[in-house]
């Protein structure tokens, strides 16, 4: 099969498309045909060693301190079951899946547990749709709902709000009933007002923070803030939730607990199959669907990590598995 690999950290270009064995499915595992694969942030931070302040030393721990132990990226795909493990009982053969699989998903294979946060596809999604949702999607679901805890009414600004992650964030908030002012670089208005946004920031244009005790909730997807930026835009009651922190936000967190006013909250989103099924009751209702900015075949991923790396995306970066001759394409 083919499968994008990279064999040391750095730029775009140390990702190439090689040939490795198709892997056997273990007792509990499925093995999918990959139709296609989300390309994400957390895919680039880690093909470029990219991680903030003092979790460079963990992350590398985690990943491979001089080489990265696991050489094919891709943490979101939706798929085709071609084979199952002789103790799989969730998912038969031929049944059209997709999910968050951590890793392996940038190659046309993957066996993966048949317990890994893997649904069913809804009828109305193609595969590209399906792959676009995972990362983004489960991790606006549970910052909003379990970090933040937004409310029915509560406003909330949502920072980074066309990206990956915001682009279903804001989506997310609008169908939790809150009131959501959407922060972007220019050109997105009609894009985000088209996905709930109540109202669009241009950060060129005007500070995000210029507001006084406006929010309920600031959810920063890309790091682009920081508490003590945002606090007094944030009201009395209120959080700040930061997707990427580093040793300042934790200081600023332990600070917020002992002075007071709004919150710092820091966590790691989890992934789980019944997340996704959540999220896949949102598409089926109408109150959410897949935002893809952009589709490569696997022939051309190094284009697509440079494209994520840009941070000027709209929505998610689709690896398309099936069509390796075709040229990049708006979605």
């Keep these: 099969m083919q499968a994008a690999i990279y064999t040391a950290y750095g730029a775009a270009d140390q990702v190439r498309v090689t040939q490795r064995p198709v892997p056997a499915p273990g007792a509990k595992e499925v093995l999918i045909r990959v139709g296609a694969a989300a390309l994400t942030t957390a895919d680039w931070r880690l093909r470029a060693s990219a991680f903030p302040g003092m979790l460079w030393l963990p992350g590398r721990l985690m990943t491979g301190l001089f080489a990265p132990k696991q050489q094919v990226l891709g943490n979101s795909m939706a798929g085709t079951v071609v084979a199952v493990g002789a103790a799989v009982t969730r998912f038969s053969v031929g049944q059209r899946v997709f999910g968050f699989v951590g890793h392996g998903a940038h ?37 909003l709902r379990d970090v933040a805890q937004l409310a029915t009414g509560q406003h909330v600004l949502i920072v980074g709000a066309s990206g990956g992650v915001g682009a279903y964030a804001t989506q997310i908030a609008r169908a939790m009933g809150a009131h959501v002012t959407a922060v972007a670089g220019p050109g997105r208005d009609a894009a985000l007002r088209g996905l709930g946004a109540h109202r669009v920031i241009d950060y060129r244009q005007e500070d995000p923070d210029a507001a006084r005790a406006a929010y309920d909730v600031v959810l920063d997807t890309v790091g682009a803030t920081s508490w003590r930026q945002m606090r007094r835009a944030i009201r009395p009651g209120g959080v700040y939730v930061p997707l990427n922190f580093t040793q300042r ?49 696997l022939a051309r991923i190094a284009e697509a990590h440079a494209k994520v790396e840009s941070r000027h995306a709209l929505g998610t970066v689709v690896i398309d598995m099936a069509d390796a001759a075709s040229p990049a394409r708006a979605a």
């Design 107 to 143: 190659a046309e294979y993957l066996a993966v547990s048949e317990e890994a946060a893997l649904v069913p596809t809804p009828e109305a999604l193609d595969d590209a749709g399906a792959a676009a949702l995972p990362f983004g999607a489960l991790s606006a679901l549970v910052f």
């Design 249 to 297: 936000e934790i200081w600023h967190a332990l600070r917020a607990k002992l002075t007071g006013g709004p919150r710092v909250a820091l966590a790691v989103s989890g992934d789980t199959a019944e997340d996704l099924a959540e999220i896949t009751a949102m598409v089926q209702a109408g109150t959410l669907r897949p935002v893809i900015d952009s589709r490569f075949p």
